[in-house]
């Protein structure tokens, strides 16, 4: 009888780190880290001291300082006495206000002709080729600049607008002004406004949040959770008798009347833009490289976004379709009910790395003098204060920010629309 | 992997290698040409002309500069800058000095660790409107939008004087001269506002010129000249100097047309013998030949032939010498003596 005796612990050795296949690639690994890190130390030290040695040493108190240059586009309070900070702040948000537009715009812009590429309609098909070829073709900053030269050499200037017997004339019952300074707009005002609070005192991030744009929210949202309510209800009726009572003008009128009766009290009225001395006053007022950028940004992306679709389309087989006309779906509801929601898996991966193209793009706003942060931080500032290295490391930074952000939103939405698997 | 490491090595070799420059004289005379920083074209200050090469004011000392180091006019590498990139470029080491119609202020030269070495134009801020506008005075532009080269003095001004007068103003970002131009042209600013020589410059190259008007307000202290980094004294001294020699030239007489005939022996004038070298070693302090102003002088001729030649009222431009003339003259110009 044999006995079967476990064979003798091998004692660890140093020598087996190296020797021993077991440990070497994790000592490998481990060097070559430390080596990395070295190297990177050595990157930074150096830089710091060489800084140190120009008179210039890193640090980030100019930020307090006064910035004491103009924004045009600003959405908050802004003046030049305000700090360098504040300015900063300034140019993030409209950096993500042409970004959140972009977005949105591309997306709609994309689906719609993604979709249409695929059309059996030969002229809208290849019209949809020619636009998708030839806005992913030339570089962006290229649409941005012909963008702005055909708003400021088309547009009339405001002057155009003046005197007896002016050339140009405001469109929409004389409430829209067009010119080649931008596009004025009316605005909502309020006669018996809530008011505003305050966030953050007086420190360069204060923030006024306007109470009248949280009733219109808190408004709206009740609306659409009492339309949720019904549709259910309309749903569980349906289920049980089978018959689907009418509730579409129920639907509308939750939507809309608690709204108008909230307008009505807080007395809603628009403000016209006027000419008024050497520009239109009054309204809001869509400056020409905000729009110009917009556009070239969002045509631009939304080429790349149609592509996206495209794919997303063509990788659901053909079969999806068929059944559906076999149950009788016309093709506009085929699309929206059976492909799309499958195509959206294969969608919405790619579509992210393309909002984060368009955010990041969005750098190149200073071409037609759209002050985003690197306008703002990464331009004026950095060129006044001579803070090269910090500027430029907090803009990075800022875009990282911005980009993670939206990275983590998608992918919990991606997360949400996958296919569940069980 | 291999890779990276290679590339971060050459790129940590690449910072090391710009701390280290220190002697810009020596460097500048082993490449055998000056890096010189300039608009990206502004008529008479600096623009290529018709056969691509580089003529104006602040070309002209870029120019005298490399014959005073080099021995010739023509060995200088131009590099156009906006507002934006030309301190970076020349912080970084990628131009030699910088003549750009650059405003002397205490924050560029002290927290920016520039070191300006003189004056070469004495200018201010000023406006220019289309005529049609009826504007005759700065302070009727409420309201008015304005278009301003960003990353300059001017944007700083400008916010400080619509502001001391209370009143609006709707400022357009611009980056280059030639976009200002062409938004002003388009009626998509109602103002374009830089240094008043700026202004003259560009307007001369409109079509209408005399469409415009350059408003009578001067709303600030410009004095531009060109600058090197800190911390590089020999050089510092070379461009000072060379610029000097340009403004004493004038004033003791020497010119394009005579400076031959001057230099080639001691004459009667002691200083106008040391300017040219005839006398003394100041060249030799310099760490040059003795003949380094006289080679400045030739390459464009005087301060002022330099100034009638591109900006001076028989230019387009029309430039008058008003701060500019000489000290004798009434001016503000005032080179310290060759001695």
Redo the contacts between chains.
Sequence with gaps: MTTLTDPPKEQFRLSMLLYDTRYRSATIQVI?LIGFML?AA??IS??IQ?LE????PVEFGFFGESA?????QRLLEY???DSHLRAAFIGLLNTLVVAVLGCITATIVGVLVGVLRLSNNWLVARIMTVYVEMFRNVPVLLWIVLAM?IL??GLP???AFRGDNPTATMDLFNSVAVT??GVYIPEFLFSRSLGDIHLFGTSSLRFDISLDLVAFLVVLGGSIFTMRKVSAWAADKQESTGDRPKIWHIQLGILFVPMIILMAVLGLHLGYPEL????F?GGTHMR??LIALWLALSLYTAAFIAEIVRAGILAISKGQTEAASALGLRPGRTMRLVILPQALRVIIPPMISNYLNLTKNSSLA??V?Y?DIT?TLG??TM????R?LECVLLLMLVYLCISLSISAVMNWYNNSVKLVER | ?KKT?IL??A??AG??A??ATAGTVDDVKARGKLNCGVTTGLVGFAAPDANGEWKGFDVAVCRAVAAAVLGDASAVEFVPTT??TR??AL?SGEIDMLARNTTWTF??DV???FEFVGVNYYDGQGFMVPK??GVTSAKE?????VCIQ??TTT??N???F??SNNIS???????TNAEAQ??YL?????VYTTDASGLAATRATFENPGDHVLLPEIISKEPLGPLVR??DHEWGDVVRWTLNAMVSAEELGVTSANIDELSSGAGDNPEVNRLLGTEGTLGEMLGLDADWAARAIKAGGNYGEVFAQNIGEETPIGLARGLNAQWTDGGLLYSPPFR
Excluded at chain 1, 383 to 386: K, L, S, V
Excluded at chain 2, 169 to 174: F, G, H, K, L, T
């Design positions: 070559a190297l050595w990157i150096n830089t060489n040695a120009l008179g210039k004491s240059y103009d924004i045009n003046t030049s006495q030269a400021i050499e200037a405001p002057n080649n300074r008024k001395g050497f520009n006053r020409n490289s200073i071409a003098g002050m306008g331009g004026i060129n006044q204060t001579g090269e | 992997m490491v971060s090595v790129t940590v910072l090391a710009a701390a507002g934006k301190f970076t912080a924050s560029r927290d920016l660790k049609a506008l532009l409420d309201g008015a939008t960003t990353g944007e700083l400008l916010a400080d619509f502001r103003y709707e400022p357009v970002p611009i980056e062409q938004q388009a009626g998509a600013c109602d800190h911390g």
